[in-house]
């Protein structure tokens, strides 16, 4: 009885689970990496850019330990700046970006291609700190935003040297390879930009970029105080829509709504949007799937998962269950998984070989007679103890 | 030795010696056309912008309102200040500066030159940049009295102004230095080398010091008049050394897109941007250029790697010190911009509008070609038989025939192939001992002018000169009487061939370097040198002769230097004191190559042609002549 129970529960709580996983994203976590890359007072705009995207995926939930800010230059404390300590997207200067809740995980020289690659493929030194770590897995959405000067598949770093299409294109593949994500969105706001995702052949990268081969992307506009141009086109409109229509992590904007936001007229560069190597159908796909956190509290772990799961939880609370038993009670819900095509199915192999911190016993072996005899043991101590002092009252 | 020709050539050597005349005419004559195409818009560009930091006219500059106040009453201090001595002076504006709450420093400096005295005290002040690392510094200047020696009021009293303002904003990421000098010609020099400390006993050393002047901006708004009309920039060096051509663009783009200015280049107050207009500017800017002086106290910081320009203001119209301030404030945000030395942009140009230039790729073949036709010509006089010694016994007809076509030529050579096996670099040889010491020994004359007028005084300066110009005429006629007296006939006109040749050699080689330093300077020397390729001894012909040493006579360094003199409007003494001044203050070169490098080529072609008078005269006349 007490396992049929697990049983119904494990279907019926996949049941529950399905029809979301079908519609939604089959994210868990949601990660965003922001990247600057120019270095310099006159590329102002360009930290501006970033700390823009930073102020709306935080505002939308990701929370600063997910975020991996990365600035290459310093231009809030600049002593050129006519307002120390801050960073405007807008000549109204409504809104101070830098404000005073900013974790900048990469600074000024740390920023480089280097560490670019190695935070994305995870091959850092062991001193690294959880914050300069993208500790994503498979089932984490990443957002990866960068802008600076760039070319044709190439993207300029701190003046210095620069990353190119294949570098990037390749990194992502390490990522998939490692399955360090789910699905990846890729915006970047540079010259040329799109040139910079059309080397991508990983799955499920969606890739967006201000501009075509051979054209520029322009600065929207210049703040006459602080002296510099201080957002791009690109990111300026793309910011428009969120912060009109992306209130809070609750949108149900999609990201075919933003797309199709985009103007060329007023943003002055063609935008792309590269969609190949993407699973799902945008007008499906939630700005906040990448932009936004998770939500919902879901139950850690797929479909396939669920039933060993279970099983570890079942013989966690030291239920003796045999493999034949519990294969037993949960047919119901692999039939109906094997019917479906299975995503992940390594991973699955993989949680297999975990034990799980299940205690194991003998067949036909109870407690009951182990708690008998402690509770006789225990009773043989007070009886002893009180035979005790009455001898030595008398 | 020689220079190696086809054997077929060698007998026929007249079509080389036409190939390299035709050749070294067409390159004048292509240098000097290109020269007149520069201004048409298929040749010259559009300025730009190369340093993306600078991001000129794109702050709102907020000196005005009340600051005219502070502007007005600070002229009145200085205009009252107008007759005092230079210590007085000074001392009061050392105070002012020090009531700003800024570092002050005074030096005195004393110059000899032409006899003159030229003796003053700079006083500077420098504002620590309140966030920057004082690594770097830029520096707005205001000389106390400007380059026609008028009180600078306006400049002095908006310098006095804007100190007190700049020290208001907390955005300089450089050390700015406010420095009034006593003069536009002395002062900044003593103060640039003091700065770099490479003064002399006569200067004093600065007290107070900040980091690598990365730019300078000299106000110049002379005279009690508030209002004003347009923007002078002037921006050449001393030895016509330029400032980087973005520090120009960005002061043109400021001032005329930011401020609604107008400016204006080397006094052409009425540029239409035509292609006459454009010309005149341009030549007007190499007359400069070559010329090597200093056209204000930006003059003197360009020679240490520090791009300068002066703000002059010109005319009477609406603007008045407040835009010049606000101008100024605009340029100091945009050099504020600058991360690293101005290196961007070009250092070699000619500017010919506002807007318009060419760079060194597109000027630098005219003054090039011009030296080429020199050296073209050099080697042709090598290569023309009458460079070779005559032997006793009539092989000269050998040489003769490069000049003597027809028949009479070819029956020799025939006759010779037949006498003699000759070998492929036979012949006489060049006797190169006279023609060489001729050559060397002028060009150490050279340096007795250069040592003259850089050592005598101004009010003997133009005797001395007339007697030069005097012992100048003569030095070529006894040179070539002794050499036409004391050689033998048959190396006479050798003599004279090889020293041209030499000296033309020396020439054209000299000048294409310059050319790269001093293009203007290269072109103009090339360009007066011309009649050097032609002016040769002619014992034949006395009209010829006549001829070209009237040429010669009019294209002497004397003639250039009353050109220039006339240009000025001034004496010639005011020229050659300038130049001494020059020399002495400045270190401008201008002297000394006019001295030890044109006139001496200019002596040996008068030998040459006075060497025609004297054969004639004596009736000495070479063989093969």
Redesign the interface.
Known sequence: MKLSGWGSLAVLSTLLYTPLCLAHSQHTSNWAVLVSTSR???NYRHLANVLSMYRTVKRLGIPDSQIILMLSDDVAC?????F?GTVYNNADRAIDLYGDNIEVDYRGYEVTVENFIRLLTDRVPPDTPRSKRLLTDDRSNIFIYMTGHGGNEFLKFQDAEEISAFDIADAFQQMFEKKRYNEMLFMIDTCQANTMYSKFYSPNILATGSSELDQSSYSHH?D??V???VIDRYTYFNLEYLETHVKNASSKHTLADLFNSYDPVKIASTPGIRTDLFQRDLSEVLITDFLGNVQSVEVDGDGMRLDEDLLALARGAGYNISEAEWKEAMRGTREFYEASPSVSERSTLEQKTWAGPARVYKDGETDFWRTVMSAGAVAVCFVGYWLFSIVDKA | MALRVPVNLRKNLSVVLYAFQALSVAAVIIGLASLLLLPLDEYSRRTYISENALLPGQVHAYFGGSEQNIVRAFRKEVAELGNSTSDVVAFRMAEIFRSAGLKVGQQKYSYKAAGGEYTGENVYAVLHAPRGDATEAIVLCAPWKNIDHILNEGGVALTLALSRYFKRWSLWSKDIIFLISADARAGPQAWVDAYHDLHGANVQSLSVKSGAIQGVVVVDHPGPYHRFESLHIMYDGINGQLPNLDLINTAVQISRDQMQLRTDLQEMWHHEDTYRHRLRTMLRGMVNQALGHSTGPHSSFIPYHIDAITLATHGDGWHDEMSLGRTVESVFRSLNNLLEHFHQSFFFYLLMAPKRFVSIGTYLPSAMLLAVGLTLTAIRLWIDPRSRSSTDDGQAVVKNAGEKGGDEKKKQTGDQAATIPKPIDGGPKRELFLPLSVVIGVHFCGVIPFAVFNTVDYKSMANVFYIFIAASFVLPMILATLIALTTPPRRLMQTFHLSRCFSLLFLGMFLSTLATLNFSLSFLIGLFSLPLTFARATPTSTPIALMNSILLQLTSPFAALFAVAGYWGLGVEDVLREASFGWWVWGMWTPAIVWCVWWPAWVVARVSVDASFVMAATGKVPVGA
């Open positions: 310099f007072w006159f600049n002593p050129r700046n006519t120390p210049a006459n105080d002296g510099v141009a």
